[in-house]
């Protein structure tokens, strides 16, 4: 059985439903210390969601599945890189803090 794409998505704890899945961990701390954590691929539940806004989580990285066309997919990757290309015309590249904030907006944005 294929696997199913995904694709990430940044959301307002707020819009966040039971059910959805994270993209990546969530490590919540206070004081220097781990308060709360749940793992990438965890299938979120009421309860969770409970749990991430008393300790004032604002935002959570969840998988969503990416029904795009593998074709459409590609359009929306090249259209996503010349926006990027586009936002950074100006920056030096060279500077390695500029270059890695480049490829990491990049790779979010082509995803």
Request: hydrophobic share 50%; charged share 25%.
């Given at each position: 059985m294929p696997r199913m794409r995904t694709r990430p998505r940044y959301l307002?704890?707020?819009e966040a439903d039971a059910g959805m899945v994270l993209g990546s961990p969530v490590h919540?701390?206070?004081?220097?210390?781990?308060?709360y954590s749940?793992?990438?691929g965890h299938s979120l539940t009421a309860d969770n969601l409970r749990q991430l806004a008393a300790h004032r989580a604002e935002y959570?990285?969840?998988?969503?599945?990416?029904t795009r066309s593998d074709e459409q997919v590609a359009i929306d990757a090249a259209e996503a890189a010349?926006?990027?290309?586009?936002?950074f015309s100006g920056a030096?590249?060279?500077?390695?803090?500029m270059a890695?904030?480049?490829?990491?907006?990049l790779a979010y944005r082509s995803a």
């Open positions: 307002p704890l707020i919540i701390a206070q004081h220097g210390q781990l308060r749940l793992p990438a959570v990285f969840i998988a969503e599945a990416d010349r926006r990027v290309m586009e936002i030096d590249l060279g500077d390695p803090t890695t904030l480049f490829d990491q907006v």
